[in-house]
């Protein structure tokens, strides 16, 4: 924690995120209409005191929808984030800790995964699938573990020989216990790395599904749809197409902010450098 | 050489049969048969189509036997005929009795993909390599601060925003650049050259778009690649010899940098190839990403399963043009030195 705290980047990240995870979290508390109330008389008006985003062509108050489409992406990245790195660390683990066959078939499963061009996947399985926010992180999480995978089995191969695990298992450690409590342990770092700068890449994965109507469906708000009507009113709202951006990009900005930053606090050798 | 390239391509075979088992298992992911999905999906989906696709892919055989013939269709590029248009979804072209060609979907959408994405690789080549070698050469400086948060920028900004940001101000608002579509109507009876300005300026928006958004990751790879190399060792050697800064810079350092680049461009034709959908399909651009895009809301099952499989195939092919460039540029490699 005081690493990050010393680190500019880090904190700038944790800020960030800490404010917009906020005001998704108390979205009902905070936002002063409800996102799904349609009004005629309200239709596409311009930011103004009393609908701070302006509103879109239903009458509903952008700003709202915003705050709830929030929840949305959060959700989204931390779950499929979740799946993701679960998968990559038990692939990862069974490759690096027993190596022999079982490494090879699943590093090839890696080589397959990362050969097929992941936004088609993703696409690929969706068209099977009815588009549903359950759906989109599970599609995200099973087509994104290819790189945590890859990165345990390095930490595990390269301590798996270092003398503190020897010693253990020389001691008559288990398997699991050395996994658990010895290899694992010492993997954090870079696997919490890797699933920070993973979140910001799922909300970018999902806005730009739900932008193309195969992800969060409407009426529910998500910044991605709230994009994609902004792109019919492009002409005459441009309050519409703004924020939803902003709001993505300051997001992504925060996760990738707070993973290099942790990255550089946490290791020693980049830290050196700088 | 011809060694490393037969090893290299029997490399691709486990992948192929990979790629295979991959699309076969997606193709069965839907719970029940995929016939029972589409028709929740779309109310229109008469019994007609449903038994089309229980054709198709045998959904009355044993699964073994459906992967069998799957992998069949997959190696002679057969994906059947897409329900949208009836055109064959791969490249063969055919001639009917009144000597009508009917190209294949992907053969006329492919050419546009790669243009588009050949011209940003260069757009993204000629940008990053300054700003990289910049950036690590007045390393913590001002241009180097600015270029990194400009990075951070680049990696965090959703290239569909992007693009309609830049749609319009340079389109709706301005009125400099056409918006959509890869020619402007009557372009055809134009003079070749007046077409072929038409034809650049419609692609400029998504070339700009997808070079931006890809730019970011390459300078910051050139820049820490150059940082790395700086501190050998051979460029100490180097400026004890007294050689130029520039000579050491360009000719020693900035070589040495950029041979791990090869890699990583290999590495972005997946992205690049997935990012199409979202470029062409804003700009209606009628390349792969498109074709897919259509294909994914119509359920057009032929259409997907064919695109999946040519783009994996596309991406297997630039990662060994990608081993063969690397190994051309290094003689490690090439000897087997190193891996």
Do not use: C
Request: charged residues 15%; hydrophobic residues 50%.
């Amino acid at each position: 924690m005081n690493a990050i705290i010393k680190n500019p980047l880090a904190l700038a990240g944790l800020m960030i995120i800490a404010i917009i995870s906020f005001m998704a979290i108390f979205a009902p508390l905070i936002t002063p209409f409800d996102p799904d109330a349609i009004n005629v008389k309200s239709i596409l008006l311009s930011p103004s005191s009393a609908h701070w985003m302006g509103t879109d062509g239903l009458g509903r108050d952008v700003y709202s929808r915003m705050l709830f489409g929030a929840r949305i992406s959060l959700l989204v990245g931390i779950v499929a984030v979740g799946i993701a790195t679960v998968i990559g660390i038990v692939l990862g683990a069974i490759s690096g800790f027993y190596r022999g066959w079982v490494d090879t078939v699943i590093m090839r499963l890696v080589d397959v995964m990362l050969s097929i061009p992941t936004f088609f996947l993703i696409l690929a399985v969706i068209a099977f699938l009815t588009p549903s926010i359950w759906n989109i992180m599970i599609v995200i999480g099973l087509t994104s573990w290819m790189g945590v995978t890859r990165l345990v089995r390095a930490e595990f191969l390269s301590l798996r020989n270092r003398e503190f695990v020897l010693a253990s298992q020389t001691l008559g450690a288990t398997d699991r216990r050395l996994i658990f409590k010895q290899l694992l342990p010492n993997s954090l770092t870079p696997i919490i790395v890797s699933s920070v700068l993973g979140i910001a890449s799922a909300v970018l994965v999902e806005s730009g599904l739900s932008f193309l109507g195969l992800g969060v469906q409407a009426p529910q708000a998500s910044w991605g749809n709230i994009l994609t009507d902004g792109k019919e009113y492009i002409e005459f709202a441009w309050w519409l197409s703004l924020f939803p951006g902003l709001a993505i990009l300051i997001t992504v900005m925060g996760y990738n902010l707070l993973g290099e930053g942790l990255r550089d606090a946490l290791d020693p050798r980049t830290s050196n450098n700088k | 050489m011809l060694k490393y390239l037969m090893n290299r391509l029997l490399w691709m075979v486990p992948l192929l049969v990979g790629i295979s088992l991959i699309s076969f298992l997606i193709m069965h992911l839907a719970p029940g048969d995929i016939t029972s999905t589409e028709a929740s999906f779309n109310p229109k989906t008469s019994e007609e189509s449903r038994q089309k696709l229980r054709e198709l892919y045998h959904l009355d055989k044993p699964v073994i036997v459906q992967y069998g013939l799957w992998l069949k269709r997959m190696s002679t590029l057969d994906f059947g005929r897409s329900f949208a248009s009836h055109q064959s979804p791969v490249f063969w072209q055919e001639t009917d009795k009144d000597g009508n060609i009917t190209k294949g979907m992907i053969q006329e959408a492919l050419p546009v993909t790669l243009l588009i994405n050949v011209l940003s690789l260069s757009l993204i080549i000629a940008m990053a390599l300054p700003l990289g070698v910049i950036s690590a050469l007045t390393q913590n400086k001002l241009p180097d601060r600015s270029i990194t948060i400009f990075v951070f920028i680049g990696f965090a900004i959703p290239s569909f925003w992007l693009a309609l940001m830049l749609m319009y101000w340079t389109g709706v608002s301005h009125n400099w650049l056409p918006i959509s579509g890869l020619h402007s109507l009557g372009a055809e009876k134009m003079p070749w050259l007046a077409q072929w300005i038409d034809g650049l300026k419609h692609l400029t928006l998504p070339i700009l778009i997808s070079g931006l958004t890809g730019l970011a990751g390459i300078s910051l790879f050139v820049r820490n690649g150059m940082l790395d190399v700086l501190h050998q060792d051979y460029i100490t050697t180097a400026r004890a010899k007294g050689l130029s800064e520039n000579t050491v810079v360009y000719k020693h350092a900035l070589r040495n940098a950029l041979l791990p680049l090869i890699t990583i461009f290999g590495l972005s034709i997946p992205g690049l190839i997935g990012g199409s959908v979202i470029a062409e399909s804003i700009f209606a651009i009628p390349g792969m990403g498109k074709l897919f895009y259509d294909a994914v809301l119509m359920r057009d099952f032929p259409v997907i399963m064919g695109i999946l499989t040519i783009g994996s195939a596309l991406t297997l092919i630039g990662n060994l043009l990608a081993d063969l460039a690397y190994a051309w540029a290094d003689p490690r490699v090439r000897k087997g030195v190193v891996q």
